[in-house]
């Protein structure tokens, strides 16, 4: 079975040269099939680079299944005599015993359903309404309103300099994107509105529907995968092109894992994490 690996950029054929760049193949060793076409966006949101899956290796022809032989008849034993036997009436069958149902359940009387606290206020302490909190909210209600989406907008301050700003509604992947890149730019424009101030600097970070979480989880998940293979086949692994914070979720998941080290290349946007084999690491 041949062997593919799935690279963005922002053409197709971009991305297909950052796959050859990754594998050391030229045009001829491999083929490829286009998952996505590139889309431009506005104003830098909504926009989906091309995808491509690249084939690579030989392939191998599955070798035909062995047909069973057909089993052999077995041989009819000889008929024995039968002798008459005396009619016996066979006794009648006892009735079935009737299954015990079980007790019903007490019905209790329903009771208004109590409204569940948003996991994030359990994580992040109450809610904040102080001034860049009011800036946070402000810019994110006209930005959604040109963006026609429809969400609650919650603003945290775990810590002094950082604020967790949650979107909570329904049907907000049109705000997330792929990979989260339109969210990564609501967050950067969000930043870069509060902070035009000259009251002080702060950290917004933006989620909606636990996208952070679940994303982390991938790259981590991705990141033990590909160790794997650096170990085996003992050569270096680049990685597609990842934000600031991504590629620290990366190092970070393989930094205590021996035989590998990981290293950032290239310049934003297409920054990307290396992963190397170390055979002097344990």
């Known amino acids: 079975m041949r062997e593919f690996i799935d690279v963005t950029g922002k053409t197709e054929d971009e991305a297909i040269q950052n796959a050859l760049r990754q594998l050391g193949l030229d045009r001829d060793d491999v083929s490829v099939e286009i998952l996505e076409r590139a889309k431009s966006g506005f104003l830098g949101l909504g926009s989906c680079p091309a995808k491509v899956r690249v084939y690579y290796g030989e392939e191998t022809e599955p070798a035909p299944a062995p047909v069973p032989e057909a089993p052999k008849p077995p041989k009819a034993a000889p008929k024995k005599k039968e002798e008459p036997k005396e009619e016996r009436s066979a006794p009648a069958p006892k ?14 009387p329903e009771t208004p359903a109590e409204e569940v606290p948003a996991a994030p206020a359990a994580d992040y302490g109450p809610e904040v309404d102080d001034e860049k909190a009011q800036a946070i909210r402000t810019f994110l209600s006209g930005l959604l309103e040109q963006m026609d989406s429809a969400a609650d907008i919650r603003v945290y301050q775990p810590e002094k300099g950082r604020y967790k700003v949650i979107l909570e509604g329904k049907n907000l992947g049109a705000l997330i994107g792929r990979r989260g890149e339109t969210l990564d ?32 989880q991938s ?39 021996p035989g590998v080290t990981t290293y950032s290349t290239g310049t934003e946007p297409g920054r990307r994490v290396v992963v190397a084999y170390d055979r002097d690491k344990k």
């Open 219 to 257: 790259l981590q998940h991705l990141a033990r995968k590909v160790a794997a293979k650096v170990v085996k086949y003992r050569r270096n692994f680049t990685l597609e092109p990842m934000n600031a914070y991504e590629r620290h979720v990366i190092h970070t998941a393989l930094q205590d894992v």
């Open 95 to 108: 009735p079935p015993k009737a299954p015990k149902l079980p007790k019903a359940p007490k019905v209790q």
């Open 185 to 216: 730019a609501i967050q950067q424009l969000t930043s870069y509105a509060v902070n035009r101030s000259g009251s002080g600097r702060v950290r917004v970070q933006l989620d909606a529907e636990g996208y952070r979480e679940k994303r982390e």
